[in-house]
């Protein structure tokens, strides 16, 4: 029989239930998934050395060998499982690939949010033993973090739906509850081009915790409030969810008397405006606005008649060097530990261990800077394993984002703040205008300090765009 695909990938997220489906999949003589085998901290699984003879370190520097040989036709059909902040140099291919099988796993997502906090605290990421289990106490729902979580889920979706649609291609869709019953499990395998049919499967994973959300969430009235507060079919559609959100808008801050939207650019100014715009309404920054969906944006927007919206563009040096120093030195609970360690073990760039490291002098911060440095320009070309975060990426990208849902009326250079937010303040009302306070200096080094030719010139390579959109002359 001539298959109609090759090979296939099943597009999940943590927590949804991908391992089970995995297991599930290779029970059948002609099909194979190899695990995650393009995330970028393992290879395949946590304890693997490599996948069909293709080591972590090999794959870090390219990943397209893997891929071909995971494609290479044989009697097996082979796949593996992709997650959002997978390598991205191997979905774009994938996509495109009229002979690669895509599976659209997905799962509610309260219930994979919970799941992912219950399984961070215990440290059991799957379970095959029931003697080993970890018994969990109650998790705490945050609901900032939650609308973050699914921001994620929504905008990957979004992505997934839209490549497919414009290539004309259909997914197999499947949600987690799919997973319980046999005859989809064999209509999953039928689509991939398995020959086989099983007629019962009894996998090695076993259920974690199958009890009710009231069981598992320590505040479970406030998260039902707070679920409240968002569009339930958003949370029940994905992918197919409506309206389709952008990151950007849950990070706005607006006055609540006022009429000032600040829609800020990760790295830059963010807690001199936020303490800016606390004292113009005379409170304190928590009695700001933020957090905003769509819908209550909207809202806002039309309970404050002549609004004006800002947004404050950094200079890339100074904001590469901000987004270096507060999330990749930084050794605090939730940086990014995980790019840390990535750096220093693929990208060669020698960090401190902690805040207290003396052998982590000028000389080193200069050295270390200028290597992530040449590592974000790789990124931004994407040229790596690891996602572009938006606390590095380009202002240009940031601010065309933010024209989904609302365009700035101002674009403010960090430099002549003062100036500019002084008119949109007497614009809207105000009639004392205090100064933008000043940002605290970033350890462990300034970047006066190590600033020079060599810093300016790796710059402008990584951020050229943002240089020419936005007139950036040279840093000093």
Not at 207 to 223: G, T, Y
Not at 346 to 355: G, R, T, V
């Amino acid at each position: 029989m001539l298959r109609k695909f090759d090979y296939f990938i099943i597009l999940a997220e943590m927590r949804t239930g991908s391992n089970l489906l995995e297991s599930k999949l290779n029970m059948f003589v002609d099909l194979l998934s190899v695990g995650e085998a393009f995330n970028p901290n393992f290879i395949g699984s946590p304890k693997a050395q490599n996948v069909m003879g293709i080591s972590l370190m090999d794959r870090a520097q390219n990943p397209i060998p893997l891929l071909e040989k995971i494609k290479q036709p044989s009697q097996t059909i082979h796949g593996f499982r992709y997650f959002h902040d997978h390598d991205p140099r191997v979905l774009l291919p994938c996509l495109l690939d009229l002979r690669c099988a895509k599976i659209i796993l997905t799962r509610n997502p309260v219930e994979s949010y919970v799941s992912w906090k219950i399984a961070h605290q215990t440290g059991q990421w799957k379970l095959q033993n029931i003697n080993r289990r970890k018994e969990p106490s109650k998790i705490v729902f945050d609901a900032k973090e939650f609308l973050e979580y699914l921001t994620r889920i929504q905008n990957f979706s979004l992505y997934l739906n839209t490549r497919l649609q414009t290539t004309g291609q259909a997914a197999f869709q499947l949600n987690y509850e799919d997973l319980q019953n046999q005859d989809v499990i064999n209509g999953t395998a039928h689509f991939l081009g398995s020959a086989g049919k099983i007629e019962a499967v009894k996998t090695k994973l076993l259920p974690q915790n199958p009890i009710a959300l009231s069981e598992k969430v320590e505040n479970f009235p406030k998260m039902q409030a707070e679920l409240a507060q968002i569009d339930r079919f958003n949370l029940a559609k994905v992918p197919d969810f409506e309206p389709r959100r952008r990151p950007t808008v849950s990070h706005y801050i607006a006055t609540p008397r006022g009429a000032l939207l600040f829609m800020p650019v990760r790295s830059g100014p963010l807690e001199m405006i936020r303490q800016w715009l606390a004292a113009l309404e005379e409170v304190d920054p928590s009695g700001l606005l933020t957090d905003f969906e769509p819908a209550a944006l909207k809202a806002w927007q039309q309970t404050h008649s002549g609004h004006r919206s800002f947004t404050v563009i950094r200079h890339p040096v100074a904001r590469a060097h901000h987004v270096f120093c507060t999330r990749i030195l930084s050794t605090e609970p939730h940086q990014f530990s995980r790019i840390r360690n990535i750096l220093g073990r693929f990208f060669h760039i020698k960090l401190p261990e902690n805040a207290n490291d003396i052998s982590y002098d000028l000389v080193a911060h200069r050295a270390a800077f200028m290597q992530f440095l040449q590592f974000l320009n790789a990124n931004l070309s994407n040229q790596t394993n690891i996602r572009i975060d938006p606390n590095w990426a380009s202002q240009n990208q940031i601010l065309r984002a933010m024209a989904y849902n609302a365009h700035p009326d101002m674009i403010i250079r960090e430099n002549e703040m003062d100036i500019y937010l002084q008119a949109l303040a007497l614009q809207t009302g105000y009639s004392s205008v205090a100064k933008v306070p000043a940002e605290p200096s970033h350890t462990p080094f300034t970047l006066d300090e190590v600033y020079d030719d060599q810093i300016e010139d790796l710059a402008q390579s990584a951020y050229s765009t943002d240089y020419t959109t936005f007139g950036f002359g040279r840093f000093k």
